[in-house]
């Protein structure tokens, strides 16, 4: 159980864009946007640099949990409308299955 210190960031976010369903609010938005970009920058740097995925996978955390995070993310965020975070939301789900894949490959 000590991964749970791993995601509370995670936790944090979804709990943001769950917030988003309920409220309109342009600031909480920019927040999301603002993680949610460097969510994707630091996927996207971790599929091309190994000592980075080396790094993330010093974490404990089983992936389904990650898995679970990144489903209720969408799920929410289509709910909310939010279309063009769900796509980015999509897109970080979709790499850190390439992530996986690949960790487990080596």
Same mark, same amino acid.
């Given at each position: 159980m000590n991964w749970i210190k791993d995601i509370i960031i995670d936790i944090i976010a979804l709990g943001a864009i769950s917030a988003l369903y309920f409220f309109?609010?342009?600031? !909480?938005l @920019?927040? #999301? *946007? #603002?993680?949610? @970009?460097? !969510?994707?920058?630091?996927?996207i740097l971790a599929?091309?640099?190994p000592s980075l995925q080396k790094r993330a996978q010093k974490t404990e955390t089983p992936d389904w949990i990650y898995h679970i995070?990144?489903? !209720?993310s969408i799920a929410t965020l289509l709910l909310?409308?939010?279309?063009?975070?769900? @796509?980015a939301w #999509? !897109? #970080? *789900?979709?790499l850190s299955v390439v992530i996986v894949v690949k960790s487990k490959k080596k």
């Amino acid at each position: 159980m000590n991964w749970i210190k791993d995601i509370i960031i995670d936790i944090i976010a979804l709990g943001a864009i769950s917030a988003l369903y309920f409220f309109d609010n342009n600031i !909480l938005l @920019g927040a #999301v *946007w #603002v993680y949610t @970009g460097l !969510l994707l920058v630091g996927k996207i740097l971790a599929i091309f640099m190994p000592s980075l995925q080396k790094r993330a996978q010093k974490t404990e955390t089983p992936d389904w949990i990650y898995h679970i995070i990144y489903a !209720l993310s969408i799920a929410t965020l289509l709910l909310a409308q939010q279309y063009y975070l769900t @796509g980015a939301w #999509v !897109l #970080v *789900w979709l790499l850190s299955v390439v992530i996986v894949v690949k960790s487990k490959k080596k």
